[in-house]
């Protein structure tokens, strides 16, 4: 008898493990079962069971989520860790096809010495081709459904500043995409949230985290523990219980994805609302 209990003990200890807050008794039985876990077991259970999101509402979020590409097509993702002006993420903030994005994934500047390299290594461009490779680009946009439609630039920022883009990606007849709501309440130290994007291309990929810092050096930003990558730049960061966008993707040190700056809410909602007409946000 008590090797039948251990053995349905053990399954069930697996599943908690696995898929968390699906099963809303995990923490309760493993604490009454086994009279205490490991320290690492249970911070486990409570951060899956805490962090997790409802999976219907999480796919209805992605598909305000898309992905930019700028280079495609086989590339090793690991080989541009240091390049994040060669793909980005971004989500819609209307129906009617405006979406956000970080300014330096569709800015056609020239390209730092990192990219250049990656571009000369990886698709055996010379140098000068290299460095204008974004002054000819066409910029498009993957829904998560997998829809490809050509993006329009509206408005830019500056990348010393707010580092944000505004898009214009029209829809088909009837057609109309999910928007994804800023928040319009300020973000605390300790506030739980995911990072979404497509970080190498890998689109609808997620991260947790939390927010760490609210003020920087600069007044755009604060920090999340969220990881993020080349690739993510652009995209939204959500509260977890709401969903609501707390923060856009910026920047970070490669070497600490876990270090990702982004951008205030009441910034982004300032752009919004000094470039996208007709609306308040």
Not at 255 to 270: Q, Y
């Amino acid at each position: 008898m008590r090797r039948i209990r251990s053995f349905w003990v053990s399954v069930w200890l697996l599943a908690c493990l696995t898929v968390g807050s699906v099963l809303s008794g995990c923490s309760f039985f493993a604490e009454t079962a086994f009279g205490g876990l490991p320290s690492d077991m249970q911070a486990k259970l409570h951060s899956t069971t805490r962090t997790e999101t409802n999976p219907s509402v999480f796919r209805v979020v992605l598909e305000g989520v898309i992905n930019i590409p700028i280079v495609r097509g086989g590339v090793p993702a690991f080989r541009a860790v240091k390049c994040s002006k060669l793909s980005g993420s971004g989500f819609f903030v209307t129906e009617n096809g405006y979406a956000v994005t970080a300014a330096h994934v569709v800015e056609t500047e020239s390209l730092d010495k990192k990219c250049v390299e990656y571009l000369m290594t990886y698709f055996a461009m010379n140098a000068d081709d290299a460095r204008n490779f974004k002054k000819d680009f066409v910029a498009t946009a993957i829904t998560a459904e997998g829809k490809e439609y050509k993006v329009s630039i509206v408005a830019l920022t500056s990348l010393e500043k707010e580092d944000l883009a505004l898009l214009r990606i029209t829809p088909g007849p009837r057609e109309t995409f999910k928007a994804l709501t800023i928040t319009k309440v300020n973000p605390f130290v300790g506030h739980t949230v995911k990072a979404l994007g497509s970080p190498f291309g890998v689109a609808s990929s997620r991260s947790d985290g939390e927010i760490t810092t609210l003020e920087t050096q600069d007044p755009y930003f604060m920090i999340t523990s969220a990881p993020t990558y080349p690739g993510n730049s652009g995209g939204p960061v959500i509260d977890i219980a709401s969903s609501l966008v707390v923060g856009v993707v910026d920047k970070g040190p490669h070497t600490h994805p876990e270090i990702t700056f982004i951008v205030k809410p009441e910034v982004v909602r300032r752009f919004l609302n000094d470039n996208v007409p007709g609306q308040r946000f």
